[in-house]
């Protein structure tokens, strides 16, 4: 007897509720389509927002990048895994932003972990967005500081919250820029100036809106409007919008050179390859000069909502390529992708734990890949599953 003993009770149960998850085996690059079990589907589902993660060109500098400086870093960045690329993608990303420094990490969920992490101890405070993405969570729990959440974008219950918890100690209070699972958007406008008037810093994980939002998509946090003082931590990722792998957060020359010293997910990993900065290098040069990326983007967006509410289909309020539709029941979101999928069509189900009980969904997400007659075809597929669903 070992406790355990009902780990494969808990799997049942998993299929039970429908809260089951599988993984789909692609048989061909991420693109407009993807092809699993031999059948070509159109893809809505992906984070590759400007269709650059089978870029030639993106391609062409990671096979360069590997001519150059071979497949692995060989060592942590601190040992002897930090090259001339890392440096140079450090320096492209700290423009980009308009912080003075970035510093890479090898994947989003290591960068927001490590550097709640690193910023904060027993004693301190984390204020939390209800909706923030498991990373933001898990770097808020493992720093052991007190855990505050904040309704939704409630930014009048986050100033309550930080009014009754003020004193010396670090008060943190992070946000998705562009909330993974809805589209919305952290409401900067009244985030940092009440963070600062308690003296709390404001992290914004944009790791939707980077590539995707702003001039050359800047991101959330235009550099324009928003200073290092305003915005003290942004985190971005590198496997989204760049279609590439990775991340970075950017801030002052001070922040920057904390975490060298004190983030443990930055310590104690093997530096990304080389020839992932080089890629990513070029990915960043293509998402900044090719505007029509963003603006053909825009432009099906637009085309989406308005079919879908002409369809009576009320997709959450987002202006961004994610456009959750709320179906309620996790078993009803499978049915519903499970009927898409039947007209060739791939749309996530988004169930719980990943989203709140009761608000499993449709996670439709667009993309610069796309042209207007896809996401016709899509409109026409949810109107018959739909259909067919509330028939049942
Ligand atoms: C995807 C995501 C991450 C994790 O980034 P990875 O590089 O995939 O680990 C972090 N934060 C948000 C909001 C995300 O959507």
Known sequence: MSGFDDIAAELAAFKARDLYRQRRRLEAPQGRELVVDGRRLLNFCSNDYLGLAADPRVAEAFRAGIQRWGTG??????????????????????????????????????????????????????????????SLLDGGWVSRADFHWYRHRDTAQLEQKLAATAGGRRQLVVSDGTFSMDGDLAPLDSLVPISRAADAWLMIDDAHGIGVLGEQGRGLVDPARWTVAD????????????????????????????????????????????????????????????????????????????????????????????????????????????????????????RPPTVPKGTARLRITLTAAHDEADVDRLLTALDAAARRIRAA
């Not at 942590?76 to 690329?85: E, F, M, N, Y």
């Not at 290591?110 to 405070?125: K, P």
Request: aromatic share 6%; with cysteine.
């Open 73 to 134: 870093a060989g060592a942590s960045h601190l040992v002897c895994g930090h090259t001339a690329a890392h440096a140079e993608l450090e320096e492209a990303l700290a423009d980009f932003t308009g912080r003075p420094r970035a510093l890479l990490f090898s994947s989003g969920y290591a960068a927001n972990v490590g550097t709640i992490n690193a910023l904060l101890s027993r004693g301190d405070a984390v204020f939390q967005d209800r909706l923030n993405h498991a």
């Open 231 to 350: 915005v003290p931590v942004l985190v971005g990722t590198l496997g989204k919008a760049l279609g590439c792998y990775g991340a970075f957060v950017a801030g002052s020359e001070t922040l920057i050179d904390y975490l060298i010293q004190r983030a443990r997910n930055y310590i104690y990993t093997t530096a990304l390859p080389p020839a992932v900065a080089c890629a990513t290098l070029q990915a960043l040069a293509i998402a900044r000069r090719e505007g029509w990326r963003r603006e053909r983007l825009a432009a099906l967006i637009r085309r989406f909502r308005s079919g879908a509410a002409e369809l009576g289909l009320e997709p959450a309020p987002s202006a961004t390529p994610i456009q959750p539709l709320i179906v309620g029941e996790s078993g009803a979101a499978m049915a519903f992708s499970r009927a898409l999928q039947e007209q060739g069509l791939l749309v996530g189900a988004i």
